[in-house]
């Protein structure tokens, strides 16, 4: 059971890296990376604590990247371990982080000390980038690294995020692209008034509700051969003011897109502003891009990557472009290709989260074997 990446995962986990604190973790793998060749840089933005390591200086760059910082444990008294002191039950290695992403990062680590080992004088260029500002509001990590890197004219050739992708099993799938995000806050003006005069008031909802049917059942793309077709969806509706005899005098809807590269953000603006002026509404909408959508198409990265995990764990992994946003979608402006990889996410930000312990020394075979793959 012990090994290298599964001793270096269990140090990991025992920091109680809560967002956005790294709580030394960072400082763990910049020692393990320094010792390799690697030039160091720490870049600290608004209280949030980043890593850029590189080794090397010419392309083409291999970057792994991920996050050290993780979600709260919920009710401690539910977990049957102490969240921030790993325990292996029934082949399972219980912690807050061990599957979202210290596994990974652990992985990574040791995967570039026996691929420096084997390949001291290696072609291209390793890198590191590693926030604590993942799961928080990711407004002061990964971003601002990005920002840095392309200010100063420095590109990524090929990216690994080591997020949990797996589904059913250990191996059946790679992120290759994530759905956009955006988001809108909109209200909808009317009249109020008192509910037995409805000729001297305009009720909003009233208004509002052929525009709301045509928005729900407008076809905003098509999708792809990569993604599902955009979604329009509300998540808050409000109107009135909790007295039943009142007409309101504004109704507010929160509602998201998640479209994917066959639409983009500024597009659906303008088709949503469109369809409700054409039922003549008077609106305001307060609109928030939390991310833009990213694609790699198979390539280099996508079959190195699914050769070695189908070498390690006779698994072929299947490319999908489901669940939320991820980094990538800030790495995929200096990156021309990236991918997500890592184990079973079925776990994730809840009680008892957990890897299989089997799993811990494959997933850095897998980095390893691919790092073989682009650069000897």
């Known amino acids: 059971m012990a ?24 400082d763990l793998i910049a020692q393990r990376l320094q010792a390799l060749g690697f030039h160091i840089e720490r870049h600290c933005h608004n209280g949030v604590d980043n890593l850029w390591a590189r080794r090397g200086h010419v392309a083409p760059l291999v970057c792994f990247a991920g996050h050290s910082d993780v979600v709260p444990t919920g009710p401690v008294e539910r977990w049957q371990s102490d969240p921030f002191e790993p325990t292996v039950r029934d082949g399972q290695l219980y912690a807050r982080g061990a599957a979202d992403m210290k596994t990974s990062l652990a992985a990574f680590v040791t995967a570039t000390e026996r691929f ?3 390949h001291p004088d290696h072609p291209g260029s390793l890198g590191f980038l590693i926030t604590s500002d993942e799961e ?24 690994i995020i080591g997020e949990p992708t797996s589904a059913a099993e250990f191996g059946d799938t790679i992120k290759n692209g994530r759905r956009g995000s955006l988001s ?25 509700a052929p525009a709301i049917a045509e928005l729900a059942d407008t076809m905003w793309d098509e999708g792809n051969a990569y993604f599902p077709a955009t979604t329009w969806q509300i998540s808050n509706i409000h109107g009135g003011t909790g007295a039943s005899n009142v007409i309101p005098g504004t109704l507010v809807i929160d509602f998201n897109f998640r479209f994917s590269t066959a639409s983009t953000a500024e597009g659906l603006m303008d088709a949503l502003h469109e369809i409700l002026n054409s039922h003549g509404l008077d609106f305001e909408i307060d609109w928030h891009l939390s991310g833009r959508p990213f694609l790699t198409p ?31 979608r800030f790495i995929a402006d200096i990156c021309p290709q990236v991918v997500e990889f890592g184990p079973l996410n079925m776990s994730i930000h809840k009680i008892n989260e957990h890897v299989a312990v089997e799993n811990i020394e494959p997933l850095a075979a897998i980095y390893q074997k691919t790092l073989e793959k682009l650069l000897t």
């Open 116 to 118: 420096v080992a084997a």
């Open 3 to 26: 090994n290298e990446t599964f001793e270096l995962a269990v140090e990991l986990l025992r920091r109680k890296s809560l967002t956005p604190d790294h709580a030394g973790c960072h």
């Open 298 to 328: 198979r390539g280099v990265l996508c079959e190195h990557l699914s050769d070695a995990i189908r070498e390690v764990t006779g698994v072929t992994p299947e490319l999908s472009t489901t669940g939320g946003t991820s980094d990538g």
């Open 136 to 159: 928080g509001p990711a407004t002061d990590g990964t971003v601002k690294l990005v920002e840095t890197l392309k200010a100063r004219g420095e590109f990524l050739d090929f990216c």
């Open 184 to 208: 809108g806050k909109l209200t909808i003006k009317g009249v109020q008034g008192h509910i037995a005069y409805p000729h001297l008031a305009k009720n909003p909802i009233h208004l509002a």
